[in-house]
């Protein structure tokens, strides 16, 4: 397996399409919980360890952050976006998240990788990120 020893800096963009899960909506009211609108933000976690996490953008499911996060990373596997909605009364509810695999990002020599990636949550959450 490949692991990557660096410097890893990295923009998350922006999301489009999320939706909210079924667990999302356990608190919403009203006749029409499919135009439920989020308050995403994106955890960044490289491996197990948590890199840092965006701002909450309130109340849309295409969010732009450019945010950025810069660390050192010894024998890193794995990159993990996971977007939760930022819940008024408990945890925060997990919406979605993807991993891309450090040996994924170095087949192809290069050292800059961007592009769209498809986040896929429970239930009907999801939707695509940028980074």
């Known amino acids: ?3 990557f020893n660096g410097l890893l800096k990295i923009k998350i963009c922006e999301a489009v399409s999320l939706k909210p899960t079924a667990w999302s909506l356990r608190h919403a009211v009203g006749p029409r919980p499919q135009t439920f609108l989020l308050d995403p933000y994106i955890a960044l976690n490289v491996d197990d360890s948590r890199i840092g996490q965006t701002a909450t ?5 295409s969010p732009a952050w450019h945010d950025e996060f810069v660390t050192d990373v010894c024998n890193g596997r794995k990159i993990e976006l996971a977007v939760f909605h930022d819940a008024p009364i408990g945890y925060d509810d997990f919406v979605a998240n993807c991993t891309i695999q450090f040996e994924e990002l170095l087949q192809n020599g290069s050292r800059h990788f961007e592009d769209w990636v498809r986040i896929s949550g429970a239930g009907v959450g999801g939707g695509y990120c940028a980074i």
């Open 57 to 61: 953008k309130q109340k849309t499911n």
């Open 1 to 3: 397996m490949v692991v």
